[in-house]
């Protein structure tokens, strides 16, 4: 089963200085954060903050060519987590065929950002993150979910590089 989530914020970690993309459901219940790299993170930031560049960025060029295709994302879904690694997909639809594209998940979220699509998190990943973040140091695993729960707006300025 699949829970649609929204961006709720883009920040750093303060232990690794990576930054983290957190999602949460509609209902405000489930939190995912997926740390993600420097250059994807700059992408979502982008759109997040609106800002138009130039030139096309990789993703306005995705977002350019699915159009020119006539192609349109029905939605994003991260569905595995595996060996630490997140992984997605983002379902494209054209001439009513539904296509399957495997992605990272920072890219999934950046063309989602874009297009308005919806995005979705498998709910075993979401359990199996629970349960490897349970695995792991008790202590700070529960501190960072207290901060990632604590959260408010003003936690996610803009964005700094």
């Given at each position: 089963m699949e829970v649609e989530m929204r961006i709720r914020g883009l920040m750093m970690d303060p232990v690794t200085n990576m930054?983290?993309?957190?999602l949460r459901d509609a209902g405000g219940d489930a939190i995912l954060p997926i740390w993600v790299g420097i250059y994807e993170a700059n992408a979502i930031a982008l759109e997040i903050e609106?800002?138009?560049?130039p030139r096309p960025m990789t993703h306005d060029l995705i977002k350019n060519v699915l159009t020119g295709l006539e192609a349109g994302v029905q939605?994003?879904?991260v569905n595995e987590l595996k060996d630490d690694t997140f992984y997605a997909v983002i379902w494209l639809e054209r001439d009513g065929e539904l296509i399957s594209i495997d992605s990272r998940p920072s890219d999934a979220l950046a063309l989602a950002?874009?297009?308005d699509c919806p995005i979705y998190v498998?709910?075993?990943v979401l359990k199996?993150?629970?349960a490897a973040a349970n695995i792991g140091d008790k202590?700070?695993?529960e501190e960072l979910k207290r901060w990632l729960e604590?959260?408010?707006d003003e936690d996610f300025g803009r964005y700094k590089m």
């Open positions: 930054p983290i993309v957190i609106k800002v138009t560049t939605k994003v879904v950002l874009r297009l498998e709910e075993q199996s993150s629970k202590g700070a695993n604590g959260l408010n």
